[in-house]
């Protein structure tokens, strides 16, 4: 299950953790084998991913969350990593960052598989996947939406190279 707009809603503004809490509890009982807590409009913090993996684990005890960011505001990767050090059983993201939000204006992109897998990776956790293997498909990609994709590492490349 996803809980989409976790963080902040484009129409009703903050989303306070108790109504996520809330709505975890419903989850809950329909025994999913994950729960999604989705930042759908880029507008969450660390600070924010912390608030609510206290509140998913008190609202929902074992069930392995994942997490979907949006870069809108820059803050992606750096809630990705705090998932990660909550405990977080998988990220989602796009190849070449590409995605966004049909609903939510202004929404940007997912954060990029293969700039992720580099922040994983330079922070000693092994991924199992190569970045480079998704970098070598960023020009099809590109090509196929008919403009650049909003990731970093195809244009700054590895390091150390």
Do not use: K
Request: net charge negative.
């Amino acid at each position: 299950m996803t809980i989409a707009a976790a963080f902040g809603c484009p129409f009703e503004g903050e989303v306070a953790p108790e109504r996520v809490a809330a709505v975890l509890r419903q989850c809950v009982q329909a025994q999913p084998d994950e729960v999604a807590l989705a930042d759908t409009i880029g507008v969450g913090v660390p600070a924010g991913v912390r608030a609510l993996a206290d509140v998913a684990a008190d609202a929902a005890p074992g069930i392995p969350l994942r997490w979907h960011f949006h870069n809108t505001r820059n803050t992606g990767y750096a809630n990705a990593i705090t998932a990660v050090e909550r405990g977080a059983a998988a990220l989602d993201a796009s190849a070449g960052g590409i995605g966004g939000c049909p609903f939510a204006p202004a929404a940007t992109g997912n954060i990029a598989t293969e700039d992720l897998l580099y922040l994983l990776h330079r922070s000693g956790i092994d991924t199992g996947i190569d970045p480079e293997l998704v970098i070598r498909v960023l020009p099809e990609l590109a090509d196929e939406i008919g403009h650049a994709v909003p990731g970093q590492l195809s244009r700054a490349g590895m390091f150390p190279g």
